[in-house]
Nanobody
Framework: QVQLVESGGGLVQAGGSLRLSCAASGIIAGINTMGWYRQAPGKQRELVASLTSGGSTNYASSVKGRFTISRDNAKNTVYLQMNSLKPEDTAVYYC?????????WGQGTQVTVSS
């Protein structure tokens, strides 16, 4: 059973930085994608950034140049470095893992950016 545990959320002032981590356990071998989604109150969950096991990245246009996704395959961990945070980045951030057509989610971590 794949389990994802996020950490690193919190409260930060606009312009500040946070780094989110997501540790995966129960990983099975294969081509996969790890990523981060977020959901703000009253809005749909949206992709923030993703990174395949082959190294391809995808970013939401709203975070390009500010956020960086990376992964440590030896530790089965994916990171999201968030710089120049804005109040509109406030949301619950969810780790996501996709392999063999299956999708797994973490429990979410709150990120709040004050103006």
């Amino acid at each position: 059973q794949v389990q994802l545990v996020e950490s690193g959320g919190g409260l930060v002032q606009a312009g500040g930085s946070l780094r989110l981590s997501c540790a995966a356990s129960g990983i099975i071998a294969g081509i996969n994608t790890m990523g981060w989604y977020r959901q703000a109150p009253g809005k749909q969950r949206e992709l923030v950034a993703s990174l395949t096991s082959g190294g391809s990245t995808n970013y939401a246009s709203s975070v390009k140049g500010r956020f960086t996704i990376s992964r440590d395959n030896a530790k089965n961990t994916v990171y999201l470095q968030m710089n120049s945070l804005k109040p509109e980045d406030t949301a619950v951030y969810y780790c996501n893992y996709q392999i063999w057509g299956r999708v797994y989610w973490g429990q979410g971590t709150q990120v709040t950016v004050s103006s």
